[in-house]
């Protein structure tokens, strides 16, 4: 999911929305909030979490839009107020000793919509192996970019990157089984 | 084809995944490997779906005007519920007692049965104003409408209906259903329930106004939440919380009944509240994101929209009773080993009696094993979960011995742990599974295993079956999890 590339009209409307402009920050919002969402909800474990982190992010761009100088496009600049809240929001999960355990659900499932299936992937993985995995593959952050947004360094990112792969590696390979187990899958 | 054969797909595919060069010949080499390998294939589809991951009943619309409506509040109470939930906690605590005195206040108007005094709305933010006065509001396509001034009642169709009936108050309403709207006024607004089942997500509300729903049974004032409140066909009442808490009075009681989020109860019922089943949380959730222009989710038309509301409420009126049954039973009993448990067969004959076409019972029969276990998984993508356990279990007793029949008995133990409310159930189909034979889904079958120990709340058994886990299965996803929820039982 590459950012769009920024131009002079996203300096322009920022400006107005941190002038408080109704009709920019209608804009910036409903232009933002797919992408915010869904790297909410790719980044945080349950609906009711990313949802919450969706709005805060959402509303932390409009507030902060005075400081959009267009050095990147306008989505990657707001994809790092998103991490940011998620990062935080996970953080604050962990510290109220909420763990991901009551969100685990089986590998066997009975959906064929393939976002469903890596949702449930993505599901299983602790939230640093899923945050280093979806801005590289679903966002396409580069290493180092991912290292800053995740203040870690690059060789960390690297190591989780290649854990998480594996780890979805594993499960992938494991249903297979099970597809072949059950008819559902063919042999090529 | 083997692990050892896919590795250097595998290393080629993890290099260029941390950013390293890859030649044109090694991503020939890729193509061709998976042209001729499912497992990598399946894999590299994977890596590419990633992009299309997530999204799946995020209150989108809802989201974009709270936030808007924030960005422009200064003051606390009136941002939306989950930026009000981040504040620091001693501002929550303040915010909290207004709001729990806003519901007793409303608690006691009800006991008291106070004449209800028309008093203006105060207004949020500059898209709302007072039912009483207001024209009607256009707001942006997608979003639920504003109900019109002089609306008095509301009734869905044929297809669910959502409406912004108050400053910060979304009600949606299941097909067939239908509520009035005439004392929906500040400070205390009522929404009259008459028929059918409706779900309300409030944001935190002006101090000193209260919002309820009322039905002949009782009324279910909200504590700033989302929460449901049903008229079954059979004439019961349930209310369900989803997030935040309600105070539930019954109607000529002056006895009251804090529901907590995930909770449910009937109203006027004794019991004490039951946990919310994820079948009902998702189908209110499914309701509160239904949007008009946006019907057919999967391909679905009005009228099979309403068809399935019905086929979820008969459901639901089952569902809906607290899972005394298996539950309870499974409490009461003494603690078994793990290889002690009850056998399938003993708790899973009557389903498959009752259900299983004929042919499924034919000897040797694994053509129709394969059917009933596709059948199961169209219907649990339907979300029909009771007639998939029937088909997972007419699958088993058709080939109970085969890959299928044992794959519908983990697939059967999943579902009914995951979406029916029972682990006891969900036990004996795992135990089922492991007492055989361990097959390729020892590892899910086992995983399951401890799952629903844990929903049993056999503490020791659940401990001695990750113990077990993990000496068997040390590396992967599922072993860090049990490491964690394994240390978390040692500092209990």
Redesign the interface.
């Known amino acids: 999911?590459p950012a769009p590339s920024h131009t002079a009209e996203d300096l322009q409307l920022m400006a107005l929305a941190a002038a408080?402009d109704?009709t920019a920050?209608?804009l910036v919002?409903?232009r933002l909030?797919?992408r915010v969402?869904?790297l909410?909800?790719?980044l945080l474990q349950n609906?009711?979490d990313?949802?919450?982190a969706?709005?805060?992010s959402?509303?932390e761009i409009?507030?902060s839009a005075g400081t959009f100088r267009g050095e990147s496009s306008l989505e990657r600049w707001a994809d790092r107020i998103v991490v940011r809240t998620a990062l935080r929001s996970a953080a604050k999960r962990r510290a109220e000793g909420t763990?991901?355990?009551d969100d685990?659900?089986?590998?066997?499932?009975?959906?064929?919509?393939?976002?469903?299936i890596?949702?449930e992937?993505?599901d299983?993985?602790?939230e640093p192996a899923r945050t280093v995995?979806?801005l590289?593959?679903?966002f396409e952050y580069?290493?180092e970019e991912i290292a800053e947004l995740t203040a870690v360094s690059p060789n960390t990112v690297?190591d989780r990157?290649?854990r998480a792969?594996e780890?979805?590696?594993?499960?992938?390979?494991?249903?297979?089984?099970?597809d072949t187990?059950?008819?559902?899958?063919g042999?090529? | 084809m083997r692990r050892a054969e896919c590795q250097p797909w595998i290393d080629i595919s993890d290099r260029e995944a941390i950013g390293e060069i890859v030649t044109d010949e090694e991503r020939r080499f890729q193509r061709t490997h998976e042209a001729t390998c499912k497992s990598c294939a399946d894999e590299a589809a994977v890596w590419r779906s990633l992009d299309g991951a997530s999204l799946d009943s995020v209150l989108d619309e809802q989201i974009l005007e709270q936030v808007l409506l924030a960005a422009r509040a200064p003051r606390v109470e009136d941002a939306p519920s989950s930026i009000f939930r981040a504040l620091p906690m001693r501002r929550r605590t303040v915010a909290g007692v207004v709001l729990g005195a806003c519901a007793l206040a409303a608690a006691i108007a009800v006991m008291a049965r106070r004449p209800h005094v028309a008093v203006p709305t105060a207004s949020i933010g500059e898209h709302f104003v007072a039912p009483a006065v207001a024209p009607p509001q256009t707001l942006p396509s997608g979003t639920p409408t504003l109900a019109p001034a002089t609306e008095t009642r509301i009734a869905a169709g044929t297809s669910p209906t959502c409406r912004m009936i108050s400053p910060g108050a979304t009600a949606c309403l299941g097909a067939g259903s239908e509520v009035t709207t005439a004392r929906l006024v500040s400070p205390r607004r009522v929404l009259d329930l008459v028929r059918g089942r409706v779900v309300v997500s409030l944001a935190p509300q002006t101090p000193g106004t209260s919002f309820g729903v009322a039905t002949a049974a009782g009324t279910v004032t909200a504590v700033g939440t989302i929460f449901s409140v049903e008229i079954m066909a059979n004439g019961d009442t349930m209310a369900r919380c989803e997030r935040g808490e309600v105070v539930v009075q019954p109607t000529g009681s002056g006895a009251e009944q804090r529901l907590l989020a995930g909770e449910q109860v009937r109203i006027g019922d004794a019991h004490a509240a039951a946990p919310l089943t994820q079948h009902d949380r998702r189908r209110d959730l499914a309701l509160l994101t239904y949007r008009e222009d946006r019907p057919a989710a999967r391909g679905e038309k009005p009228s099979e929209i309403a068809e399935r509301e019905e086929r979820s409420s008969a459901r639901n009126e089952k569902s809906a009773e607290p899972p005394r049954g298996s539950s309870e039973a499974a409490r009461t009993a003494s603690e078994p080993s793990p290889t002690a448990m009850t056998p399938v067969p003993t708790a899973t004959p009557a389903p498959v009696a009752a259900t299983a076409p004929p042919r499924a019972a034919e000897p040797g029969a694994r053509a129709p094993a394969r059917d009933l276990l596709g059948r199961a998984r169209a219907l649990r993508t339907q979300g029909a979960f009771r007639e998939a356990a029937d088909s997972y279990r007419a699958a088993y007793a058709s080939d109970p011995h085969g890959a299928e029949g044992r794959t519908a008995l983990v697939a059967l133990g999943g579902l009914l742990l995951s979406e029916l409310n029972d682990p006891a159930g969900a036990l004996a189909a795992f135990d089922g599974y492991l007492n055989e034979r361990k097959g390729v889904l020892a590892q899910e079958a086992e995983f399951g295993r401890i799952r629903a120990l844990r929903a049993l709340g056999r503490y020791e058994s659940e401990k001695a079956a990750i113990q077990s886990f993990l000496v068997d299965h040390p590396e992967g996803p599922d072993a860090q999890v049990l490491r964690r929820r394994l240390e978390s039982m040692g500092a209990k």
Do not use: C, F
């Open positions: 999911m408080a109704p920050q209608r919002a409903t909030m797919e969402q869904r909410s909800r790719s609906n009711a990313a949802s919450d969706s709005q805060a959402l509303l409009l507030k763990t991901m355990w685990i659900e089986m590998a066997v499932h009975g959906s064929s919509d393939p976002s469903v890596v949702r992937y993505l299983r993985l602790s995995l979806v590289r593959h679903g580069s290493i690297k990157l290649l792969r780890a979805i590696r594993r499960i992938v390979r494991r249903e297979q089984l099970l187990a059950s008819g559902r899958g042999a090529r």
